[in-house]
Structures are given as C-alpha cells and as structure tokens.
C-alpha cells in the first residue's frame, strides 16, 4: 500500500476528529476524490474511529476516590519504613562482618592461610562496593531521566 | 503547558516534605492517571495500584523536580514507565472485558451503547466493538494507550504532545499508525 504524506496524515487525522477548518476541508476533498489509497484509509479509520470513541471504561465506585489518598500515604509510609530497615540492616550487616573478620585475624590460632584468604575476601568486597557505588553515581549524574523508575 | 501558580506553590510545599500538600496534588490529577494507567494494563485493581504506587514514588523523587514543569507531565512519565514495565513483566493477557463499561456515561453495564435503529445494525455494531475491543489488546502498550487516550478519554493533541515530549504533528502521526495497526489486527480477527 503507498504511504501517505505528513501533509495527508495530518489532515486525515483532523477530518477523523471532525477539527477541518474551511479551507482544510477543501483541500481534504481534493486529496480525497485524488487519492485512492487516501480514501480507503479514510474510510476504514473513519470506520474504527466511530467505535473507539462510543467505548468508554467503567467508572469506579465513588469510594474508591473517597481511599485513593489513603493508599498512596500508605506506601509513602512503607517505603520510609523500608528504606529505614535496609539501612539499619546494612549497618548490622557491615558491622558483624566486620567484627568477624577482625576476631579471625587477630586470633594467633587461626592460620596464616586463613587470614590471608579472609583478607583477600574482605578487599575484594570493598573493592566490588566501591566500584558498583562509582558506576551507580556516574550513572544517575548523567541520567535526564533519573526521577523515573524503569 | 505552563502550570499554575498555585500548583507550583504546591510542589514547593511538597519538596519541603509536606504531605498534605501532595495530597492536594493526587486528588487533582489521580481520576487522570487511574484511566491512563487502565489504558495501558485493563483491569481495575492494576490500574488503582500502579497509578497509587506512581504517586508514591514521583512523591520520594519531589526533591528533583524542575521548577517550571507541570507535575502531571513529570508523573506520566513515571507511571508510563511503571506500567510498561508491569504489562511486559506479565505472562499472561489481561482480563479486559471488565474494565468496559456498556454505556457511554461509564455506568454499570459491559459494552458501548449502541445508537445504530435497526436490530440488524445493532448486532452488527456490538460485534464488531467486541472485535475491536479485543483487537486493542492485540496491539502494542503504548499504541494501546494512545488510542485509548485520544478516542476514549478525549485527551487533546496538544496534552498528548505535552506528555510524550513530541510536536503535535507526531502524536497525529503515531495516532495513525497505531489506528492502522489496530483495524490490521481487527482485520486478523474477523479472518
């Protein structure tokens, strides 16, 4: 089927929404009675215009308005408590690994080879926080749309 | 579309963390998103928890809103966003029937109301708005809610163009080919 041009479309889409000024309507008909191809589209989205716009959503029970705050505050509340609890979880975390590491190698029992295979755990780590923490920032600098969640 | 005064004071209040404030700004655009997120997923209790759960996190993004954008334009893109990622992340197609209400006012019943005299005609018209119906679930998210948009929410170019960051040349031009796509997969339908 031939393409119709910008100048077409944009005409067509205005006749569809019945928004032709005068002289558009003109040139719309001229199109028309010139192009077949510009007929047809015509007809068909006409056609399925007449339907979408007789279609409408069921409108909601008045209470769910009445609750619709109600429920967004509520996940306003639970996202601070989840931020809270994996900050404070990450601390404990951070904090007992550390503790841990530490007994481990100030411990005169514990062989050198474990020390050094808990030592190259524990720089490894960091060095895996450090650089996904360096890529995130980078990321969200030069992100325009950074306020939206993909 | 510049905003108003008074919502900008508003947003303002909000990024001082006021919540009050952002409950003025939910209650003035929430029916808004409710039926935009239902274009995209079909189903009320979707659409009610994704256009809730938008608020919700264009609420903790508040601090790096630009002044000088309407906040509605700012939070389609992020209930868009949620709710593409929603449809993409479902398996299964989503039950759409009950979202469509059967009277043009939106009242109670299933399917459009027909204005056509004849029985005949009347049969014909119910048939194929069911066809189409389905045939809007056929087609791509974002064609989906477009058409839904223009056709059954009535939302102006010039909106449309606001919210898609596009001249309105190109929502007439992504308009139509979403309406082709739609009769082809009509056409599919009918055989």
Known sequence: MTELNEREVTLLMKALDGALTDAERVEFEQLLSASSTLRDEWQSLKRVKEVTMTMKFKRPAEETWDHYWAGVYARIE??????????GAAIFLAVGIYQMVLSLLEDVATPLYLKIGVGAVALGFAILVVSVLREKWNTWKTDKYKEVKR | MEPDRSEQEWITRCQR?????FGFLVGRYMKQAYYVALGFVGSHDDAL??????????????????????????????????????????????????????????????????????????????????????ALWDLDPEDRALIVARD????????????????????????????????????????
């Not at chain 2, 963390?17 to 404030?21: P, R």
């Not at chain 2, 709710?83 to 299933?110: H, Q, T, Y």
């Open chain 1, 78 to 87: 639970r996202g601070l408590a989840w931020l809270l609890i994996s900050i």
């Open chain 2, 17 to 21: 963390g006021d919540k009050e404030a």
């Open chain 2, 49 to 134: 928890d994704l256009s809730q759960e938008a608020f919700a996190r264009a609420f903790k993004a508040i601090g790096r809103f630009e002044p000088g954008r309407r906040f509605y334009t700012w939070y389609y893109q992020i209930l868009k966003n949620l709710c593409l990622n929603f449809v993409r992340a479902r398996k299964k197609r989503p039950i759409v029937s009950c979202a469509l209400a059967e009277d043009v006012d939106g009242r109670e019943p299933r399917e459009p109301v027909s204005t056509d005299p004849l029985p005949d005609a009347q049969c014909e018209a119910a048939e194929l708005r069911q066809n189409l119906w389905q």
């Open chain 2, 152 to 191: 059954m929410l009535d939302t102006s170019y010039r909106m449309l163009a606001e919210l898609m960051e596009c001249p309105q040349g190109t929502v007439m031009s992504r308009l139509y080919y979403a309406g082709r796509r739609l009769r082809e997969c009509m056409e599919r339908r009918m055989g």
